[in-house]
């Protein structure tokens, strides 16, 4: 079976750092991108980061630049996420999603996402 498995999340203080990793098995990792979502309690889910396994291709939104950084392991099916000088409002449950369309020129709606992880939790202090 297709499974997307997130770890590395944890509780950290303001100004602290995380790296998560999302481990895809089940499926051919070279032909799909893998994106980065965060849910806060109460808030809608918003897109962190995209990579392309086709040439590494990267996307991160406005809201997402600087702190954070997106890249992959293809020999190891693992796509990481940096996360660095976090802040409280960074606190929310971080997903992981597999898009067919290998491209990551944008973070597409959720619906495209062929597949999803559980997730990892992510706690700022302050």
């Known amino acids: 079976e297709v499974q997307l498995v997130e770890s590395g999340g944890g509780l950290v203080q303001a100004g602290g750092s995380l790296r998560l990793s999302c481990v895809a098995s089940?499926?051919?990792?070279?032909?799909?991108?893998i994106a980065w979502f965060r849910q806060a309690p109460g808030k809608e889910r918003e897109g962190v980061s995209c990579?392309?396994?086709?040439?590494?291709?990267?996307y991160y939104p406005n809201s997402m630049k600087g702190r954070f950084t997106v890249s992959s392991d293809n020999a190891k099916n693992t796509v990481y996420l940096q996360l660095n000088s976090l802040k409280p409002e960074d606190t929310a449950v971080y997903y992981c999603?597999?898009?067919?369309?290998?491209?990551?020129?944008?973070?597409?709606?959720?619906?495209?996402?062929?597949?999803w992880g559980q997730g990892t939790q992510v706690t700022v202090s302050s």
């Open positions: 990579i392309a396994s086709s040439n590494g291709n990267t």
């Open positions: 999603a597999a898009d067919p369309l290998n491209v990551c020129d944008e973070l597409r709606q959720a619906r495209h996402y062929a597949y």
């Open positions: 089940g499926l051919i990792f070279e032909d799909y991108a």
